[in-house]
């Protein structure tokens, strides 16, 4: 005879429950009812426990040396650069962050604030730099000023071609080679010089010089322009490509250019004999969907700036090129410049917006044209993969391209746009913000925050510490202003509970002093939060006959004993129903108390005592 008519249906759903007609020693076990041994020392009973989170990173690394249940989220390097969301996982890099504004990363073991910009010129239209003659060259319409020095009041100014717009320039080192628009190219080798006309090409827009060789592009076709005659080196198929830029290579020049969203690079070989360049050929191909607007060539690795941002590449012995992954920018990369083991590159579209509390007066209220910057002695995630961060701007402007940048008496100098020249100050900016990235301690239960900390060097200025709690908004947990001080105290978080976490350290300058603060190292503590859940001792009777509330049930003890032995031992979850509720439970251990054998004499029946947990 089946019980199972006895019990509303579903029995074996997580919210089904047993309706109370139904004896209180009766149990439901994976939707089947079972009959429990209420006797005194049946030790039939139901007790709480604690449940305590576990990380679930393999780094035992902020663990060590903290008490039982107390973890540890800490911080004391930033060289590996920004583009990092998450710093849980195990992939997660710990000298890496998620973003930031005004703060340099780049010295190991601190962060401090960048140098701040200030124009130098006001220009309109587009505007090239270079350097020659031990002077700084700006170039823009249809002059050419030369500036001894970055406070020098008096550049020399030329005009080679009046009323002949420059649109391109190509950079000689001992000379300033300029493209107009008419199609004339110009030359000029000092500020004491005089410039002369070399070259006429009507319908060049491109003009390059790379490895002792003066090229131009003329829409698809490729032009030697070094020798006394224009000498056609290519032709692309396609009517309407157009060749961009170009730049060295070990042994070859590589030249970029494209049609529509499909982008190549291209190799072009010098002829054995030197009279000559050869056939250029493909060496990479851009994914599609990205322009590209610059190439350039540093320490062995090839730029290139897109539309959505730089990549790295690196040449094999045939000059054949494999790119990195994207370092993405939200608008198109048109320089670089290389110095040490850092590359500069166009950043027309920074973040810069700062939203909390009085602090926000200090930064910018829209994103801001400047330079981002790549290392190129650090890489995170693959070997084409430096790390890189943004870095100078200019904080007065917005939506505008930048497209130059030299290094000039060891500062940096970038051209943006429709406004001028900018130049790398000495002094500090005011202030700068450093996002570090999502926290959790490897698990999503909640925590509980009890401190954070930092290490400095002897305090100049001041920094605030913002602390955003599970996406809710950044909101200010401490400011640090005792001067001259290298550690805080235990900075409290008043016991606030969350799930994840991110923090932002806000470095300001003092009004004094030129420098600013250098954070050395930050520190979180939390505790988690330890449930509680229920364990039962569930004594079953497991008899050949047994009478529910006069009902009269049937069984096998041999197949039941099997079937819940089987449930134990794969440690699967199921659905327990007692007292009228449903509980997810496993079974973590079972104790078999054979009593009497069945009637046929070929099994036992007795009591299976189940011990079951609640999984939360």
């Not at 827009?205 to 032009?223: F, H």
């Not at 539309?307 to 990195?324: F, I, Q």
């Not at 602390?467 to 001080?485: E, K, V, W």
């Amino acid at each position: 005879m089946q019980i199972t008519s006895l019990f509303d249906e579903p029995f074996s759903t997580a919210t089904a429950a047993a309706p109370s007609s139904i004896s209180p020693s009766v149990v439901g076990i994976n939707g089947v009812p079972f009959l429990l041994d209420t006797r005194d020392d049946a030790n039939y009973q139901r007790e709480s426990f604690d449940v305590v989170q576990q990380r679930n990173t393999s780094d035992a690394r902020d663990v060590l040396l903290l008490p039982q249940d107390v973890w540890r989220q800490q911080v004391q390097s930033w060289h590996s650069g920004a583009g990092q969301s998450n710093m849980d996982r195990d992939a997660s890099i710990t000298t890496r962050f998620e973003d930031s504004f005004g703060v340099d990363p780049w010295t190991m073991w601190e962060i401090k604030l960048l140098k701040r910009t200030e124009k130098l010129v006001t220009k309109t239209g587009k505007t090239w730099l270079t350097l020659c003659d031990s002077k700084l060259v700006v170039i823009n319409g249809v002059t050419i000023s030369w500036y001894a020095f970055l406070t020098d009041p008096s550049p020399v100014v030329m005009t080679p071609a009046a009323g002949d717009p420059i649109i391109d320039i190509a950079d000689t080192g001992g000379a300033v080679t300029t493209l107009h628009a008419s199609g004339d190219v110009w030359q000029v080798t000092g500020s004491a010089a005089t410039p002369a006309k070399i070259k006429t090409h009507v319908g060049s827009n491109m003009i390059a010089y790379e490895k002792d060789y003066l090229i131009m592009g003329d829409t698809n076709k490729l032009y030697n322009i070094t020798g006394t005659s224009n000498t056609l080196v290519y032709t692309h198929p396609v009517a309407g490509f157009r060749w961009e830029s170009a730049a060295p290579g070990n042994s070859c020049i590589y030249i970029l250019g494209g049609i529509g969203d499909r982008w190549v690079v291209h190799r072009m070989g010098i002829k054995s004999d030197g009279s000559g360049l050869a056939v250029p050929i493909v060496a990479g191909q851009l994914p599609d969907g990205e322009i590209g607007y610059k190439i350039e060539q540093y320490l062995g690795f090839i730029l290139i700036g897109t539309n959505r941002g730089v990549r790295l590449a690196v040449a094999d012995a045939n000059g054949d090129l494999t790119l990195g992954p994207l370092i993405p920018t939200t608008q198109p990369v048109r320089c670089f410049e290389g110095q040490d083991r850092f590359v500069w590159f166009g950043m027309s579209d920074m973040a810069a917006t700062y939203d909390t509390g009085a602090d926000a007066t200090l930064f910018p209220q829209n994103s801001v044209c400047g330079l981002g910057r790549i290392d190129l002695s650090t890489f995170t995630t693959t070997a084409l993969t430096p790390s890189y961060a943004n870095d100078l701007c200019a904080v007065d402007e917005t939506g505008k391209d930048v497209t130059s940048c030299v290094t000039f008496d060891g500062k940096r100098i970038f051209a943006i746009t429709d406004s001028g020249v900018y130049k790398e100050m000495p002094e500090d900016m005011p202030a700068g913000w450093l996002k570090q990235g999502t926290m959790s301690f490897s698990v999503t239960d909640t925590k509980t925050g009890l401190y954070q900390q930092c290490k400095t060097k002897p305090l100049i200025g001041a920094i605030g510490l913002d602390i955003s709690y599970d996406d809710s908004g950044f909101i200010r947990a401490a400011d640090l202003t005792l001067q001259n001080s290298i550690s805080s105290t235990n900075l409290p978080l008043n016991g606030a509970r969350f799930s994840r976490f991110n923090v932002r350290y806000v470095l300001k300058r003092d009004s004094i002093e030129t420098g600013g603060p250098r954070l050395t190292r930050w520190e979180f503590r939390a505790i988690p939060v330890k449930g509680r859940a229920s364990r039962w001792t569930l004594p079953i009777l497991n008899h050949e006959t047994l009478e529910i509330d006069g009902v009269t049930v049937n069984r096998d003890p041999l197949a039941v004993l099997e079937s819940l032995i089987t449930l134990a031992e794969s440690g699967s979850l199921f659905t327990l129903q007692e007292a009228g509720r449903a509980f997810q439970v496993h079974i973590k251990k079972f104790l078999w108390s054979p009593q009497r054998l069945t009637a046929s004499g070929k099994a036992w029946q007795g009591v299976l005592t189940l011990v079951v947990e609640e999984v939360q």
